[in-house]
Structures are given as structure tokens and as C-alpha cells.
């Protein structure tokens, strides 16, 4: 049974950091993008990053870069989401989701997490 499971999330002061994680079972990720995304009360799901399967290719929305980081440890069948120097408007439950095409499309992805809650609050 393919699952993606995520942790990491919290509440965090403005400027502070968080490490979101998203562990799979049922199949390896080696194989597979993984794309994180993140969705605010009343706003429309975004895709933050993702990373290839390939070549580690990363891709980063333009209201996280330099700030936040993708990677894969694929020996742990885990990625993560290093999120530095957060702000108010990244506070949004954030998923974690797999898939065969490297993209921020969300509707290209197969399988997605339960999502983490992320509050950036002073």
C-alpha cells in the first residue's frame, strides 16, 4: 500500500525554521518526483517545490526561494523541506505528494500525504 506520511510541522516565530519531512512506504521514491505544496484557508493549493527522480533536479516557487530547500535521502525513502527564515504568509497545511512527471502541477501527482500544519506567528 502506497503512503506518504508527513511530519515536522509546528508553530515558528517569524524568522525561525522548520524541517518538514515526508516518509514513503509501499514503494520506493527513488523512482518518483516529489513535489511539496501547501494550501492556506481560503486560498487555492500552491506547488512550493519539487525534486526529480533523475537527477535531483529541483524546482522552487518564486515566494520560497533562497529560503526554502528540497532534498531526498533516499536510503531513508524521505524527503524534506528545510524552511528557513519563514514569514506569516507561508502559514498553510503543507503536502507532501509523488509522482512519475517533475512538476508543481498538482494534478500530475498519484499519491499525496495527510499534511502538516505550518504557523508562522509571532
Known amino acids: 500500500q502506497v503512503q506518504l506520511v508527513e511530519s515536522g510541522g509546528g508553530l515558528v516565530q517569524p524568522g525561525g525554521s522548520l524541517r518538514l519531512s515526508c516518509a514513503a512506504s509501499?514503494?520506493?521514491?527513488?523512482?518518483?518526483?516529489i513535489g511539496w505544496f501547501r494550501q492556506a484557508p481560503g486560498k487555492e493549493r500552491e506547488g512550493v517545490s519539487c525534486?526529480?527522480?533523475?537527477?535531483?533536479?529541483?524546482y522552487y516557487a518564486d515566494s520560497v526561494k533562497g529560503r526554502f530547500t528540497i532534498s531526498r535521502d533516499n536510503a531513508k525513502n524521505t524527503v524534506y523541506l528545510q524552511m528557513n527564515s519563514l514569514k506569516p504568509e507561508d502559514t498553510a497545511v503543507y503536502y507532501c505528494?509523488?509522482?512519475?512527471?517533475?512538476?508543481?502541477?498538482?494534478?500530475?501527482?498519484?499519491?499525496w500525504g495527510q499534511g502538516t500544519q505550518v504557523t508562522v506567528s509571532s
Open positions: 505528494a509523488t509522482g512519475k512527471v517533475w512538476t508543481v502541477v498538482a494534478a500530475l501527482y498519484d499519491y
Open positions: 525534486i526529480s527522480s533523475s537527477d535531483g533536479s529541483t
Open positions: 509501499g514503494f520506493t521514491l527513488d523512482y518518483y518526483a
